[in-house]
């Protein structure tokens, strides 16, 4: 069992940049990967940016040279930097964290987190 809790969101002006958090506890030993989803008005859920355990780190084509993922092992948690933030960049972000524990994979999901980019 994974919890997630995300925090960072917020309006933002275009070009200004925004820092998510995403926070695990529980079985956080078992995590194999962390990333980041998003869900604009009246589109489906999309891919944002992953890291594994080990520090690979991969990004949609619409966020690259853009946002970058990171984590801090200690503090178990997972950040993502929102810079030259675009109004198409407005959606809901979800933090994720795959699990894998005996061969049995699951995924947990955040509560989502609003990102407003508007002038």
């Known amino acids: 069992q994974v919890q997630l809790v995300e925090s960072g969101g917020g309006l933002v002006q275009p070009g200004g940049s925004l820092r998510l958090s995403c926070a695990a506890s529980g079985s956080i030993f078992s995590i194999n990967s962390m990333g980041w989803y998003r869900r604009a008005p009246g589109k489906q859920r999309e891919l944002v940016a992953t890291i594994t355990s080990d520090g690979s780190t991969d990004y949609a084509d619409s966020v690259k040279g853009r946002f970058t993922i990171s984590r801090d092992n200690a503090k178990n948690t997972v950040y993502l930097r929102l810079n030259s933030l675009k109004p198409e960049d407005t959606a809901v972000y979800y933090c994720?964290?795959?699990?894998?524990?005996?061969?049995?994979?699951?995924?947990?999901w955040g509560q989502g987190t609003q990102v407003t980019v508007s002038s």
């Open positions: 994720n964290a795959k699990t894998i524990v005996k061969h049995y994979f699951d995924n947990y």
